[in-house]
């Protein structure tokens, strides 16, 4: 537990927990027998008032951090609402693979089911939305096929690659099961052998350190959700060349590990008053080699909560 009051509480989701069942019971091949809104409502039935959980949004199974829950139907409108109108702003980090300072600062890239791989997503085409103006760039999609090397494949010029490749084609033939998905890049720090090399968008100092017993070329990205699209992050950085480590859905050369994807931060207007909160969640342990090479983020900072107002004090740290 993050946070808590009488209107909605902010809880840090350990990987491995299913936020509620899948719509299709059985399409992912795993159907768990508890999920993190079974616990909610039980905790919810056991209070003194009672409530009932409303999930504002939602994280992958295998996907660890922060999550926003309403206490009550009309709590959940207002940050729906919110959500809806893009002044709920979530954080994420991930660990991807090879040299990805090159990502562009925007990617918007929609998403479609994949047709040969039930529960599962592509990129599903390439272009630059009028929304995304000057803060896209090219954007070259690899093929599945290939493996990912260093580099993300992104273009030099000023229009999109064209070229056939298979990830778009097998989307192709229902562009009507697309939606857009934009994911936006904040900082990027490549660590090929322990020493990070900063990413353009990055002003921190550089610092000497080295993870034991990792494996080597890889990047640490902070990004911002401007959708939040089943999968997002994951085939965003996949379809550029760069999967998050331990993503055995989407090409990852480490399956072996935890998927290196974490919900690290939300801010959101309080349903009492609109002010702005912030909650952030702390690193797991199993991102703490990697920390140590990443400027900001290798101290042991607890969880924040700032901007609260005073009156709201049943907090929990």
Do not use: C
């Not at 994280?59 to 002044?87: C, F, I, N, P, Y």
């Not at 998050?244 to 801010?267: C, E, K, N, Q, T």
């Amino acid at each position: 537990m993050l946070y808590e009051d009488e209107w909605l509480l902010v809880v840090n989701k350990p990987a491995g927990i299913a936020v509620h069942l899948p719509d299709k019971p059985g399409l992912a091949g795993r159907v768990p027998a508890l999920t993190l809104a079974d616990l909610l409502r039980r905790w919810g039935a056991e209070a003194s008032p009672p409530w009932v959980p409303h999930l504002v949004h939602r994280l992958d199974r295998d996907t660890a951090g922060v999550l926003l829950v309403a206490k009550s139907a009309h709590v959940h409108a207002r940050l729906d609402a919110a959500l809806r109108e893009g002044r709920i702003h979530r954080t994420y980090a991930a660990l991807v693979e090879g040299d990805a300072r090159d990502l562009p600062e925007y990617i918007d890239l929609p998403l479609a089911p994949d047709p040969r791989r039930p529960g599962r997503f592509l990129a599903a085409s390439r272009y630059l939305s009028p929304q995304a103006g000057s803060r896209a760039v090219p954007v070259s999609i690899r093929d599945p096929a290939q493996e990912p090397g260093p580099g993300s494949g992104l273009g030099a010029g000023g229009t999109l690659s064209q070229e056939p490749n298979r990830q778009t084609e097998s989307a192709g033939g229902n562009p009507q099961a697309a939606k857009p998905a934009a994911t936006r890049i904040l900082r990027t720090v490549f660590i090929p052998d322990g020493r990070p090399t900063m990413g353009s968008r990055s002003t921190s100092p550089v610092p000497e350190s080295s993870p034991p017993n990792s494996p080597r070329g890889v990047t640490f990205v902070e990004m911002e959700l401007e959708t939040g699209r089943t999968h997002q992050i994951r085939v965003h950085l996949s379809a550029l060349g760069h999967p998050v480590l331990g993503d055995r859905w989407y090409r990852s050369r480490h399956p072996g590990l935890s998927l290196m994807l974490f919900a690290r931060r939300i801010v959101f207007p309080h349903p009492s008053d609109g002010r702005l909160a912030e909650v952030s969640a702390p690193f797991p342990e199993a991102w703490r080699p990697w920390l140590a090479s990443v400027p900001g983020e290798s101290d042991e900072r607890r969880p924040g909560i700032t901007q609260f107002p005073a009156v709201w004090s049943k907090s929990h740290t």
